[in-house]
Nanobody, 126 residues
Framework: QVQLVESGGGLVQAGGSLRLSCAASGRTFSTYAMGWFRQAPGKEREFVAAITWSGGSTDLADSVKGRFTISRENAKNTVYLQMNSLKPEDTAVYYC???????????????????WGQGTQVTVSS
C-alpha cells in the first residue's frame, strides 16, 4: 500500500506562485509513475501533469503549459508541482496520484493510477 500526502496549497493572488509537494511512502517510489490532477467545485476532475517513473518524460495539460512544471526527487520520495503565473481558474483541490506499473509514457488518465492522496486546496484570488 502506498500513502500519498500533498502539501503546499494555499491562497495566492493572481500572477503568484505556489509549489505543491507530494510525499510518498514505500521503498519503491522510484518505480512509480506520478501525476497531478485537480477538481474545481462543480467540475469533473481533470489532468494537470504527469511524470514517468524515471523522470525522463513529462506531460502537461494545455491549460497549464508554460506555467506549471512537474518534477520528482526520488531520494526524498517526493514529486513536485511548481505553479507560476497562477490564474483564478486554477482554483481547485489538487490531488497527487501514483501508479506502480513502470509506464514509459506519462499517464494522463485518472483510472490509470492506483493510489491517490487526500488533496490540497489551491485558491487564486483575482
Amino acid at each position: 500500500q502506498v500513502q500519498l500526502v500533498e502539501s503546499g496549497g494555499g491562497l495566492v493572488q493572481a500572477g503568484g506562485s505556489l509549489r505543491l509537494s507530494c510525499a510518498a511512502s514505500g521503498r519503491t517510489f522510484s518505480t512509480y509513475a506520478m501525476g497531478w490532477f485537480r477538481q474545481a467545485p462543480g467540475k469533473e476532475r481533470e489532468f494537470v501533469a504527469a511524470i514517468t517513473w524515471s523522470g525522463g518524460s513529462t506531460d502537461l495539460a494545455d491549460s497549464v503549459k508554460g506555467r506549471f512544471t512537474i518534477s520528482r526527487e526520488n531520494a526524498k520520495n517526493t514529486v513536485y508541482l511548481q505553479m507560476n503565473s497562477l490564474k483564478p481558474e486554477d482554483t481547485a483541490v489538487y490531488y497527487c496520484a501514483a501508479d506502480w506499473r513502470r509506464s514509459t509514457v506519462p499517464l494522463r488518465q485518472g483510472d490509470q493510477y492506483a493510489y491517490w492522496g487526500q488533496g490540497t486546496q489551491v485558491t487564486v484570488s483575482s
